[in-house]
């Protein structure tokens, strides 16, 4: 049998080895976050100010990243991109989830990844929110039986840009790598006119 | 001495290549959201067995009778630990609240709080917050993970400018 990535899914790896290599991951991603400053939700917030677009910009370039080694590995034969996990598509939930998870964002500043690398900084708003995460998680659960509907209307399941706009994982990439590129520089544009005079 | 942070180019090709190593080896994304309430979930059944009624709670319990026995949740640790030895290294490990600094501190802490609990109730009905959907959605060309960050991204800006003195530093110059 041929080694094609991921090796989880095509059961190269146990379960117990995944989960070990979970925390070395996460260690890696905790450290970068540390790194770029995404560990202050004060860098976090100024992006919505157009303050210090620094996490837009490196969000983009990471998925431009990703995607570019997707493909280069999945040309040469050695991953299956068919394997890697996809969050489903749900429209109105994503669209009042997002508005909502954008509200408390600029309220707290942090995301629960940033926030839990944040504490690790000492950070002492990240803990509270971090309290506030479980509190927001234990609100769901109570009114789980009045939302559930909603929660799971308009599913689309697995859909991916090239099953809306045709073409093949290429066209998703190439649409993917315009669009990030587009948002950044568009940013960029932002963050010059609303900084303009001042300094 | 404080260093620098990464040039934002360089982190994304860093924190990129991760990404894919991450998806390469577990065929899965970074994620973070689930963690907090996995770990909710767990406490109530542990605190009490009827929470199993609740069908959220027992979402959790399909494949393993501990919620917590989660690959997300163990890449959670990893990331605590990682962000404290990074800090450490780069001498800005320090016990305090970010915010703009004359904004008050029980302020911020109600702020986190209340942001918190909207920002993790949301993410129950987005199945993932920022990197779940924002880095593994748009890294797999999933169409839901753009509705979520560009709905995300318009929630933040319409409520902005209620927060501004929480996190801008105005200068006074002149004006008022």
């Given amino acids: ?199 | 001495m404080e260093k620098k942070y990464w040039n934002p180019y360089f982190g994304g090709v860093v924190l990129g290549t991760l990404l894919f190593l991450t998806f390469a080896i577990a065929s899965q994304g970074f994620g973070a959201s689930g963690t907090f309430s996995r770990s909710v979930a767990q406490f109530l059944v542990d605190t009490d067995k009827s929470w199993l009624q609740n069908a959220y709670v027992a979402s959790y319990f399909k494949h393993s009778d501990n919620a917590l026995f989660n690959w997300t949740v163990w890449e959670t640790v990893g990331i605590f630990i990682g962000g404290f030895v990074s800090a450490l290294l780069a001498g800005r490990f320090m016990l305090k609240p970010d915010k703009a600094p004359s904004y008050s501190v029980m302020k911020r802490f109600m702020w986190a709080f209340v942001g918190g609990a909207i920002v993790e109730f949301a993410t129950r009905l987005t199945r993932g917050c920022t990197s779940g959907q924002g880095l593994d959605g748009m890294a797999t060309f999933s169409v839901g993970a753009w509705i979520f960050m560009f709905s995300a991204f318009a929630g933040a800006l319409i409520l902005s400018p209620l927060f501004r003195k929480q996190w801008v530093e105005e200068k006074n110059e002149g004006d008022e």
């Fill in chain 1, 1 to 199: 049998m041929d080694l094609i990535l991921p090796l989880f899914k095509n059961g190269f790896m146990s379960n117990e080895a995944n989960m070990f290599f979970a925390v070395v991951l996460g260690f890696t991603f905790g450290f970068v976050l540390e790194r770029t400053g995404f560990t202050r939700s004060q860098i976090i917030a100024n992006t919505f100010y157009f303050k210090d677009i620094a996490v837009p910009k490196i969000m983009g370039v990471t998925v431009i990243t990703t995607t570019t080694w997707f493909i280069l590995f999945s040309y040469m034969g050695w991953l299956d991109m068919s394997q890697l996990f996809t969050p489903a598509t749900y429209v109105w939930p994503y669209l009042v989830g997002g508005l909502l998870f954008g509200i408390g964002m600029v309220m707290a500043g942090y995301c629960p990844g940033t926030a839990v690398a944040g504490l690790g900084t000492g950070k002492s708003d990240a803990l509270i929110f971090l309290a506030g995460l479980l509190a927001g998680a234990f609100v769901y659960m109570i009114l789980y039986p009045y939302v559930a509907d909603f929660a799971s209307s308009s599913k689309l399941g697995v859909l991916k840009l090239h099953d809306l706009f045709g073409g093949n994982e290429y066209t998703s990439y190439i649409l993917t790598v315009a669009l990030e590129t587009g948002i950044i520089l568009f940013l960029m544009l932002l963050q010059k006119l609303t900084n303009k005079g001042e300094k």
